[in-house]
């Protein structure tokens, strides 16, 4: 990409000509703090359990059954198939994501911005391509080729992004509520245990496998409860805020190119709504 040193004086900044500008794109990794973090409480446990004795004591299918299934089928009564399809896609996105940079998305609109204003609008029809991956920015910038009102760009793409946010709060909401009812269906598998226990205490060899299904359902719902659901839903819930952040600067930057702003007034709109460390300094 090649470097117009022809700039203009109310706006000292060197325009990128050429190829089209590249968005930012985040790297994508494993987020070493779900997992560092699930994992060793994971292996602290199980530490504590090999130390005190057979971990095979702490394994029992008829448990896993209860607490599971149960969990997973009221989940499912509480939602919908779509939601907890959606729910486990999203979820798999947590550990595995794309890591988001509101300063590079921000700077990567006001370079859009300020190529605009000096090609003029049709120039971004050599950049929709590359801007396929930013779903609002790039129905933003459509909007403003197709003539669309800078206002009006504004409110469709909020609109857009309230859309988004509710269906990520939703699936925030199924591990919510996993979390909620896995405790609930080891109480369900304890008073299971308790009652099949005390249907057989004339043949003392059933009591031992009886109490290992009594204790052993609250101990997998506390577990699933706290050890993953509730971890996931939070770490879910933060990604999806840095998401609705980025995507806030896109619908902000299409509505300022298509009322043709000065890109000096679009880089202090920017920061209004960017964290304090990650402000930027475009035109300094």
Known sequence: MTIDTDTNAEDDVAIPTGDPIAPPVGRARADLATILGIGSAVILIAAAIILGGSIE??????????????TIGIT????????MASAIRVTAQTVFHRTPNPAAAAIHTLQLAQLTRYRGVLVLQEHMDALKNDRIL????????????GDTIERILQQEIQATAQRQARSASVL??????????????????????????????TIGPKMALAL???????????LVFTPLASKLERNSSDEILINH???????SIGRQENPRRLE????????????????T
């Open 216 to 226: 052993l359902t609250t101990f997998y719902g506390a577990v699933l409860s706290n």
């Open 138 to 149: 790039h129905r933003g910038l459509s909007m403003v080729l197709d003539g669309t009102p």
């Open 176 to 205: 919510r509520k996993a979390a909620e009812i896995s405790p609930a269906m080891g109480l369900i598998g304890t008073l299971v245990g308790l009652v099949q226990m005390l249907g057989s205490l004339s043949d003392p060899s």
């Open 249 to 255: 600067l896109h619908a902000m930057a299409a509505a």
């Open 57 to 70: 004591a702490f394994f029992d299918v008829r448990s896993v059954f209860i607490v599971l299934g149960g």
């Open 268 to 283: 202090m709109l920017l920061n209004t709504i960017l964290p304090p460390g990650k402000r930027i300094e475009f035109f």
């Open 76 to 83: 499912t009564a509480c939602f919908s198939l779509n939601d």
